[in-house]
């Protein structure tokens, strides 16, 4: 049995020639912000995690402070070193100052006392610069975030450890508004006509 072709003949007229496109891809929040440490370190504690809404400035994550704390410490012990140090300098430059307008000591002497003196005032200057790099250091231990919205990501547990060596890890993501959110999807270049 052979069967035959059918056709369907139309008068000519004008109308609409739509093409469709199909894609797929993620849906996501317009702004998100992602969230990271810029020391390594144990984490310690959370204080979020995934859906969980948050406040501008909410602690969100604490890393183990000890190793830091006990940095600061080392270096508030420098300043004070080197205090004493500026202390003894000051104390022999005033000394010498008063032998050499009395012309009892020798310029070079003076000029010795003089260089130790503002040498050890570096030192302080030093030391103490070294002591705030420290204690902002321990305060990046404590994580907040910089943004109201929703955690929709978290990529640490408890007792993991973090390592910031060239970059900040993230350690969440933070959507700031879900009700404005988009697809981000992939059309082939040929569709885009």
Do not use: C, W
């Not at 995690?49 to 400035?57: E, Q």
């Not at 975030?145 to 933070?174: E, H, N, W």
Request: hydrophobic share 35%; aromatic share 6%.
């Amino acid at each position: 049995k052979t069967t035959q072709a059918k056709y369907r003949t139309e008068t000519v007229d004008r109308g609409v020639v739509a093409a469709t496109v199909t894609a797929t891809g993620t849906i996501s929040a317009v702004t998100t912000v992602q969230v990271g440490s810029q020391v390594s370190g144990i984490i310690q504690s959370l204080h979020a995690d995934y859906n969980s809404p948050v406040k501008k400035g909410q602690l969100l994550a604490t890393l183990d402070p000890t190793p830091f704390q006990t940095q600061v410490e080392q270096r508030q012990a420098d300043v004070l070193q080197a205090q004493v140090q500026m202390r003894n300098a000051e104390i022999q430059f005033n000394r010498s100052q008063r032998l050499f307008e009395e012309k009892l000591t020798a310029e070079s002497d003076h000029d010795a006392a003089k260089a130790n003196y503002e040498g050890t005032k570096a030192q302080v200057a030093q030391a103490e610069a070294a002591l705030r790099q420290t204690q902002t250091n321990l305060s990046y231990t404590r994580i907040y975030s910089p943004i109201d919205g929703v955690v929709v990501a978290r990529q640490y547990d408890i007792g993991q450890t973090v390592a910031a060596s060239f970059q900040a890890p993230t350690l969440f993501t933070i959507a700031q508004d879900l009700t404005k959110m988009q697809v981000q999807a992939d059309v082939d270049q040929s569709d885009i006509s």
